[in-house]
Nanobody, 115 residues
């Protein structure tokens, strides 16, 4: 069982920045990929970005050029750097990892973009 703990969510003004962290309970290079999703109440959970074991990054169109996914294997952590935030980025952000036999989710962290 893989445990994931997200942090870094906060209230930020439009145009601001945040960095989310997702700490895994084991070596992140055990995973095929790590990703971030986000969800607004009453709506489906949407893909934001993914980083594969090999280093390939994929982004949703809505965040391209503003968000960056990265990792620190020494800390078993994946990050989501978010810049130029807009109110539409308000959501609960979830970390997800894809292992060889299963996928695992974190508990989520709230990001609110509001003036």
């Amino acid at each position: 069982q893989v445990r994931l703990v997200e942090s870094g969510g906060d209230v930020v003004q439009p145009g601001g920045s945040l960095r989310l962290s997702c700490v895994a309970s084991e070596n992140i290079f055990n995973f095929i990929a790590m990703a971030w999703f986000r969800q607004v109440p009453g709506k489906q959970r949407d893909f934001v970005t993914m980083l594969t074991k090999g280093g390939t990054r994929t982004y949703a169109e809505s965040v391209k050029g503003r968000f960056t996914i990265s990792r620190d294997s020494a800390k078993n952590t994946v990050y989501l750097e978010m810049n130029s935030l807009v109110p539409e980025d308000t959501a609960v952000y979830y970390c997800k990892v894809l292992a060889s036999s299963a996928a695992y989710w974190g508990q989520g962290t709230q990001v609110t973009v509001s003036s």
